[in-house]
């Protein structure tokens, strides 16, 4: 059963990894499950085994990434405490938040640029948003008026993680893990012109 079990695991690893190579390569239209089949190393019969059809493949597949991700941002972000959701807790959170995605950079960013009709990008914002509000709202008895503001920070942390986490993966050889938490980290403290502008003088080319 064990052998059997791994088989499994192993030929659906193959198929995640055709269907990711497929998107990488082209529009999601233009895959067949031929394509797919052949990347895999596997015959339709397989294949059909596990899907209906690429369709059935790719929302499985995104529902399994998205849910994963929602998971990792709930351990980073939704057991925060309300009393220091603007400090330290998170900039730990954070911390502990960029190893996960890490892992998954070649992924996420294959998911990000593919011809979908979803967009995973804001998909993945959106989570963050969602998890970062519930911990506001687990306050007793919230007033409407800080559950406004309270979604405008949430929209704008959210936005902001977002936006650093894909600028990273883009100087990815350049740009270390430490340097983009104490991007976030005096972004929080000091706010966005102030750190760019620090950045900036920080990287002048010496005379």
């Keep these: 059963m064990e052998?059997?079990?791994?088989?499994?695991?192993?030929?659906?690893?193959?198929?995640?990894?055709?269907?990711?190579d497929g998107l990488k390569a082209?529009?999601?239209?233009?895959?067949?499950?031929?394509?797919?089949?052949?990347?895999?190393?596997?015959?339709?019969?397989?294949?059909?085994?596990?899907?209906?059809?690429?369709?059935?493949?790719?929302?499985?597949?995104?529902?399994?990434?998205?849910?994963?991700?929602?998971?990792?941002?709930?351990?980073?972000?939704?057991?925060?405490?309300?009393?220091?959701?603007?400090?330290?807790?998170?900039?730990?959170?954070?911390?502990?938040?960029?190893?996960?995605?890490?892992?998954?950079?070649?992924?996420?960013?294959?998911?990000?640029?593919?011809?979908?009709?979803?967009?995973?990008?804001?998909e993945m914002t959106q989570i963050v948003h969602d998890n970062i509000l519930s911990a506001f709202e687990r306050q007793p008895q919230p007033s409407s008026q800080k559950k406004k503001y309270a979604d405008l920070y949430a929209f704008l942390f959210a936005s902001n993680m977002m936006s650093l986490i894909q600028w990273w993966f883009e100087y990815y050889d350049t740009v270390t893990m430490k340097e983009v938490k104490e991007i976030m980290t005096d972004n929080m403290h000091h706010g966005l012109f102030k750190t760019f502008k620090t950045l900036m003088e920080k990287n002048q080319p010496d005379c």
């Design 26 to 122: 082209c529009p999601f239209q233009k895959i067949t499950v031929d394509m797919l089949c052949k990347s895999a190393m596997i015959n339709r019969s397989t294949f059909y085994k596990y899907y209906l059809d690429k369709y059935d493949l790719l929302d499985k597949y995104l529902s399994r990434i998205l849910d994963e991700f929602q998971e990792n941002m709930n351990a980073a972000f939704i057991n925060a405490d309300p009393s220091h959701i603007h400090d330290l807790y998170y900039i730990k959170n954070f911390e502990a938040a960029l190893k996960y995605i890490a892992k998954y950079r070649e992924t996420y960013q294959i998911l990000w640029n593919a011809s979908i009709d979803r967009k995973i990008y804001n």
């Design 3 to 20: 052998k059997t079990d791994l088989k499994i695991v192993k030929t659906l690893h193959q198929i995640d990894r055709a269907l990711l």
